[in-house]
Structure formats: C-alpha cells, structure tokens
C-alpha cells in the first residue's frame, strides 16, 4: 500500500484516530469474541456450516449493535471524545517513515512465523 501511496497510484483516506472509540469498540468487540467465541465474519461462516449456535451470537451482535446506536449521543460527548488525534495513519502518529512501519511490520511477521514455526505452534 505504501508503494502505491508513493507513485501516486492510490489515494490514501486516514480516518480519525480517536483512543475513547478505539477504547470502547475493542472492548465491546473483545467481550462479545470472548463470550461468543465467534468475531462477525466467522460467526457468518458458522451458520452457513449449520452450527446453529452461531445464530444466537449474531442476534447477540445485533442487539449489541441497536444498544449501541441508542446510547451513542451519550457516549460522543464523554467516552468518544477522549483523545481525538485527527486524521492521522500510524507513521505521522510516531514520526517515522511509512517505509520504517513496513520494514517494522515485515520483520515482526517474519520473526512471529519463524518462531510459531519452531516451536511447532
């Protein structure tokens, strides 16, 4: 992606960077994972196999999301508004280089594969 960021083969869309929704999203998300055993994609996957139990965390989600959209003028002036960064990607967040993120990113899968794959995980 960087590449094509680059040469000017696509155009990159930074969404905000705010740490109260990412605080709130990844917890309902990790909760909902947790209990359900099912993330959204997989829970679909699921009930196309016949797992019938999946159903119930999809109507678990879907709830979830209603509950969600309810609550949410509360949250946007309290919990949503801590710590908005503006529309930044993760290189001007830190002040480095795309290419070092890539090259961070390559060397972290590469040495995580290597070692799932030693140590036979």
Known sequence: ITLLVQTGQIAYSHKALNLGALLVGGAIFGVGWAITGFCPGTAVGALAEGRW??????????????????????LQSTVLAWKDFGKVGLPELIGISPWMVAALFALVSFLAFYLFEKLGV
């Open 53 to 74: 139990h999946a159903l119930f965390a999809i109507l678990g989600m879907l709830i979830g999301a209603a509950l969600f959209a309810e609550i949410y003028p509360a």
